[in-house]
Nanobody, 128 residues
């Protein structure tokens, strides 16, 4: 059974940093084009994908709103996906979710879609 468990959320002031983690178990990428990603959903807004990484961890893609501030990475040995978030803004406040089992489709955003597995989320609040 596949399990994705996010952690690292919390409260931070604008301009601060947080690192989110997603511990993955029971998941084996089924193809070389598999990818993982981070999504977020703010109250009364649709869920949006913000960062994706390929199965090897060598290629990444970001939504423009987080490019240059957020970094997605993964430790394949530990089966952990990370999201380093710097220069946080109040508009970054949301529930953040990790997703696995996607398919890498192109270099530009959105680079990865059709995810099979989702975590439960971790809450990030940013005060101004």
């Amino acid at each position: 059974q596949v399990s994705l468990v996010e952690s690292g959320g919390g409260s931070v002031q604008a301009g601060g940093s947080l690192t989110l983690s997603c511990a993955v178990s029971g998941y084996t990428p089924s193809r070389t084009t598999s990818c993982m990603a981070w999504f977020r959903q703010a109250p009364d807004k649709d869920r949006e994908g913000i960062a994706a990484i390929d199965v090897l961890g060598s290629t990444t893609s970001y939504k423009d709103s987080v490019k240059g501030r957020f970094t997605i990475s993964k430790d394949n040995a530990k089966n952990i996906l990370y999201l380093q978030m710097n220069s946080l803004k109040p508009e970054d406040a949301a529930n953040y979710y990790c997703a696995a089992g996607g398919m890498w489709i192109r270099a530009s955003w959105p680079a990865c879609n059709q995810f099979e597995h989702w975590g439960q989320g971790t809450l990030v609040t940013v005060s101004s």
